[in-house]
């Protein structure tokens, strides 16, 4: 049994297709990426998810059944819109939360003390939230997301706003969620923490579903379509590149779909204003996938409203 | 319904323990206190403890008649002297504050002479020795006719469409409604003025989309609401004990505190219009707090809206003046009206018991269509992060299955 499972969902407001058939699932024990660019439809694809916004069509299964009282308290979300009420102390705050999601308030304080523990954050359990720095209130609600022990833990950028080290304490927190079996939902635009910890993504643009698969397959899929070029001269307008950008004093170039290297090489070899010293395919990262898909469906589209 | 007694729990808690409310539900016991003091201040100031003399020329009088004071330490002292220079002696050495003097015709005239220095004895004093000269006026007759003419005559009106009483010794019993509707409406106003802010505070805090992944709007709504009409209730706790207290306090030293009774059917009529009438300002909050977005926009549509409820005090004259006015009638059905309109009529008529029938069915009515409304904009209305909802969103809203 998937521990969500989301078919054909479409929802339009006003004159807008925010979601237009988009279908996942997720299992227990994954970390499962749902990534894609600004206003792509993903905040509205979680809304969905938790009963937030109702669909137009298609269907959400959770846990092999329709989101009621019982599944909510299975569920930890960390929204993208991040709110504690301010003018409450930390403890009380994140307390009244995980009672709400079905813990006894002793349960819930001595929990509570273990993650404040080791968020580092114990020292200002009784300041008031307004009182925290924002990455404070970032790992308050990181906690309030996982204090009632949910077996779906949904998550909208958890990385915003966090140092590297908290940065890495979430990575090492979201891991061991998954070893323990939990389901996790992670939306973000780093692709680098995607690649770390995601074992499927979900790519979502202008409301649908771009590309899905494992990480690996994917990256693997697309490899080839990623130059690293060393040289002197402006690399930026290449016939065939979708982006190039100066990476460790090199040009990191993202291929357009079919694009040939080979037909890179020589376009650049007939330029007199650019001299290569190093050319070579790169290891593909989500980044560049992510570019050349989502480039790659805006010029399919543009061509085809013109 | 847990997690509604939970949500109610909490906002009870977080409001109770905010200086606004401390010193909004204190001001009144503070106040009733303040008062209490000048008036018993004020009162025994006025009160001379010095005996009251009298030169009895008609003959009618005997000392030995006197009163039975239930505090006989407060009774009065009376003295009888032989001629007024006696008694003129005495008040001059400061021995009485008061001579009254009975001509050989009182019987025929009734007519008494009075003499004091600088102070005329005080209304208790008056009524003290008043008694005295009843008790010795009937002394020959009957004692149960003699007990009823001391008495005296008290009239009761009694309506016998609603079979309210009406005594003509009781201008506080008419005072009592007037002052328990500005009590009353001032806690729900409070409350529901409480309910806009933890509505708004949910949107600007953007806690919403993570209390709706734990329960339903309803259930948030109805918490907060629930949450909220507690601490009306408590600060009306703290009202009331703070009333009976101060009349209990007060009633030795001010004759018409005496009177006063507890208006079982009024406060019985306004708990039944209370709760709902509470619920749908509650309602009408919530449906603005969703709508807007900020607090600042909230509380000018509120206030707005608060004038509609208010109305009947801005035609407190027309209501004084006839009770059953067709517009006072029209704001007694009206549901925003209805609590307050009945609050005031009630103290200076009766209220057929149709209309109060009537009033409470369309109140109740309405309370409940709006709570459904108010429930489904709050949830619209929280999702729309900085924007407030038009007319168009709104009803689109209304209309969504």
Redesign the interface.
């Known amino acids: 049994m998937h521990a969500v499972e989301v078919s054909h969902l479409a929802k339009r407001f006003g004159e807008t297709q925010a979601v237009s058939d988009v279908s996942f699932f997720v299992d227990p024990g994954e970390i499962f990426g749902l990534l894609g660019p600004n206003g792509a439809g993903k905040t509205t694809t979680i ?1 969905i998810l ?5 669909p137009d069509v298609g269907s959400v299964s959770l846990f092999g059944g329709k989101l009621d ?1 019982d599944t ?2 299975r ?1 930890g ?1 960390l ?1 993208e ?8 102390s930390l403890d009380s705050t994140l307390i ?2 995980a ?3 079905g813990l006894d308030q002793k349960t819930a304080r001595n929990r509570l003390g273990a993650w404040l523990d080791r968020f580092d954050l114990a020292g200002h359990s009784h300041k008031k939230v307004q009182e925290l720095s924002r990455g404070m209130q970032q790992k308050a609600q990181i906690i ?1 997301t996982l204090l009632h022990e949910p077996d779906l833990i949904v998550i909208d950028e958890p990385f915003s706003g966090l140092d590297p080290v908290n940065t890495k304490l979430v990575k090492q927190i979201l891991e061991e969620q998954q070893k323990a079996g939990k389901a996790i939902i992670m939306s973000t635009h780093q692709m680098y923490q995607v690649e770390a910890l995601c074992d499927r993504i979900v790519l979502i643009d202008k409301g649908k579903v771009v590309l899905e698969g494992k990480v690996e397959e994917i990256k693997h899929k697309f490899a080839g379509n990623t130059l690293v070029i060393e040289g002197d001269g402006d690399f930026t307008h290449i016939p065939g590149i979708l982006e190039a950008r100066k990476e460790n004093g090199g040009w990191h170039m993202a291929l357009d779909y079919g694009t040939d290297p080979q037909s890179v090489f020589r376009a650049i070899a007939a330029r007199t204003d650019l001299r290569i010293e190093r050319f070579e395919l790169a290891e593909v990262s989500l980044d560049d996938v992510f570019i050349q898909v989502v480039q790659s469906k805006a010029a399919e589209m543009g061509a085809k409203d013109a | 319904m847990r ?1 509604l007694w ?2 109610a729990k ?1 906002e009870y808690h ?1 409001f109770v323990i905010r200086r606004g409310f401390l010193i909004s539900t204190l001001a009144v016991p503070l106040g009733m206190a303040v008062l209490i003091t000048v008036l018993i201040i004020y009162t025994e100031s006025k009160i001379s403890r010095l005996p009251v003399g009298y030169v009895d020329q008609a003959g009618f009088l005997n000392i030995d008649l006197q009163p039975v004071h239930p505090n006989p330490q407060d009774g009065l002292s009376i003295r009888a002297y032989p001629d007024e220079k006696t008694a003129m002696a005495a008040l001059e050495g400061g021995e009485i504050q008061a001579i009254f003097v009975f001509p050989p015709d009182y019987l025929k005239t009734l007519h008494t002479g009075l003499y004091y220095l600088e102070k005329p004895p005080s209304d208790i004093v008056w009524k003290q020795f008043d008694d005295f000269v009843r008790i010795n006026l009937t002394a020959s007759l009957p004692e149960s006719i003699r007990e009823r003419v001391i008495a005296g005559p008290k009239i009761t009106v009694i309506d016998i469409t609603s079979n309210r009483q009406f005594s003509e010794n009781s201008i506080i019993n008419v005072i009592l409604p007037f002052a328990a509707s500005f009590l009353f409406f001032y806690a729900t106003m409070s409350a529901t003025g409480y309910m806009l802010r933890v509505v708004t ?1 949910e949107k600007e ?12 709007s309803q259930q948030l709504i109805s918490g907060k609401a629930l949450g909220l009409l507690a601490v009306a209730l408590t600060q009306l706790l703290v009202y009331l004990i703070a009333v009976v207290v101060g009349l209990k306090i007060a009633a030795p030293y001010v004759e018409i505190l005496r009177q006063a009774i507890v208006p079982w059917s009024y406060l019985g009529v306004m708990a039944l219009f209370f709760f709902p009438a509470y619920a749908l300002i509650a309602a009408v909050m919530i449906a603005v707090g969703g709508a807007m977005p900020e607090t600042q926009q909230g509380q000018q549509v509120a206030g707005l809206l608060n004038l509609i409820f208010l109305l009947p005090i801005f035609l407190l004259p027309l209501l004084f003046e006839n009770p059953s006015h067709p517009i006072i009638l029209l704001m007694t059905f009206f549901p925003s009206t209805a609590f307050l309109t009945i609050s005031l009529r009630w103290g200076v008529s009766t209220i057929p018991t149709w209309q109060l029938g009537l009033s409470w069915v369309i109140l109740v009515a309405t309370t409940t269509v709006m709570v459904w409304a108010a429930a489904r904009i709050f949830r619209a209305g929280m ?1 729309h ?1 900085g924007q407030p909802l038009n007319l168009k969103s709104l009803l689109a809203v209304l209309k ?1 299955q």
Do not use: H, W
Not at chain 2, 210 to 216: A, E
């Open positions: 809304r938790l009963d937030i916004f109702k009282q909510k308290r569920i979300y929204p819109e991040r709110g504690l009420y301010k003018d409450q009244y939360l009672t709400l999601k309030a | 997690n939970i949500v909490y977080r505070d805090n953007r806690t919403i989309e993570i209390m709706v992944t734990s329960l339903t999702l992060y969504e």
